[in-house]
């Protein structure tokens, strides 16, 4: 039996992209990943990040904004970043097997309507195309 694949998504909050970048892999590949999200400076998660997972489908119980030092000395196999920012402050993490570094726009200062909508899609869109290549090897 092989252990699933462990991917922690590190943005700067940990309340609306790491948090949707979380849930969505857990949507997608359940029997194959294990999910986390963290945040270098954390707040609470965005209440508009977790309805839209919700208008998707997606189960949002036990999502909740941690600390990147919750994760200390945990070995992941990936670790994602979703911004710039936490992908120049978190080059280096010990315990991460492979780094990524996703950059999308912050839906809580985009003036679009649908902003976190949006950020969802893509960011759905990305977790999709990551579980089919890292799957395929």
Same mark, same amino acid.
């Given at each position: 039996m092989t252990s699933k694949t462990r991917v922690l998504f590190l943005c700067v909050a940990n309340s609306a992209r790491s948090q949707m970048a979380e849930a969505l892999l857990?949507? &997608? #590949?359940?029997?194959? +990943? /294990?999910?986390? =999200?963290?945040? &270098?400076?954390? %707040? /609470?998660v965005d209440p508009r990040a977790r309805m839209?997972? !919700? $208008?998707?489908?997606? @189960? &949002? #119980?036990? *999502?909740? =904004?941690? =600390?990147l030092d919750e994760f200390a000395g945990e070995h992941?196999? +990936? @670790?994602? &970043? *979703?911004? #710039?920012?936490?992908?120049?402050?978190?080059?280096t993490l010990p315990?991460?097997?492979? +780094?990524?570094?996703? %950059?999308?726009?912050?839906?809580?200062? %985009? $003036? $679009?309507?649908n902003a976190y909508k949006h950020t969802l899609h893509e960011i759905? !869109?990305?977790?999709?195309?990551? @579980?089919?290549v890292k799957s395929k090897r």
């Open positions: 857990r949507h &997608t #590949d359940p029997d194959g +990943y /294990e999910a986390f =999200s963290a945040g &270098t400076l954390p %707040n /609470e839209a997972l !919700e $208008q998707l489908g997606v @189960v &949002t #119980d036990g *999502l909740r =904004s941690k =600390s992941f196999d +990936y @670790v994602i &970043t *979703l911004c #710039d920012k936490a992908a120049f402050e978190c080059s315990g991460a097997g492979e +780094y990524l570094a996703w %950059n999308f726009a912050d839906p809580a200062t %985009n $003036q $679009q309507a759905h !869109e990305r977790i999709k195309m990551f @579980v089919l």
